[in-house]
């Protein structure tokens, strides 16, 4: 069966860097859009941070435009979310997602696997 899990999250002070991974099995890794959601506080929705297509096209929130860097190792079946210059508005629990095709759309409804997710706290 499909299983994502997330690792990496923690306590960091503002300005510092986390780098988040995503161990992805049970299906053809490379075939499909991965992306990195958050939930900045319970009952709140979950926001896409950053996706990246099957042949490496990313998209990124504007609140992390420049400082969040997405990737994908398919030989390792990974992804990565590399977060720089961290603010306490970051703080969340960080959520990988398989979308439903090679393609990302910015649904919360068109990612059908999700990790359990890594919560991150930024302290100012």
């Known amino acids: 069966q499909v299983q994502l899990v997330e690792s990496g999250g923690g306590s960091v002070q503002s300005g510092g860097s986390l780098r988040l991974s995503c161990a992805a099995s049970?299906?053809?890794?490379?075939?499909?859009?991965m992306a990195w959601f958050r939930r900045q506080a319970p009952g709140k929705e979950r926001e896409r941070v950053a996706?990246?297509?099957?042949?490496?096209?990313?998209t990124y929130a504007d609140a992390v435009k420049g400082r969040f860097t997405i990737s994908r190792d398919h030989a390792k079946s990974t992804l990565y979310l590399q977060m720089n210059n961290l603010k306490p508005e970051d703080t969340a629990m960080y959520y990988c997602?398989?979308?439903?095709?090679?393609?990302?759309?910015?649904?919360?409804?068109?990612?059908?696997?999700w990790g359990q997710g890594t919560q991150v706290t930024v302290s100012s």
């Open positions: 997602a398989r979308g439903v095709s090679a393609w990302c759309f910015q649904g919360e409804h068109t990612y059908n696997y």
């Open positions: 049970g299906y053809i890794y490379n075939s499909y859009c």
């Open positions: 996706s990246i297509t099957n042949d490496g096209g990313t």
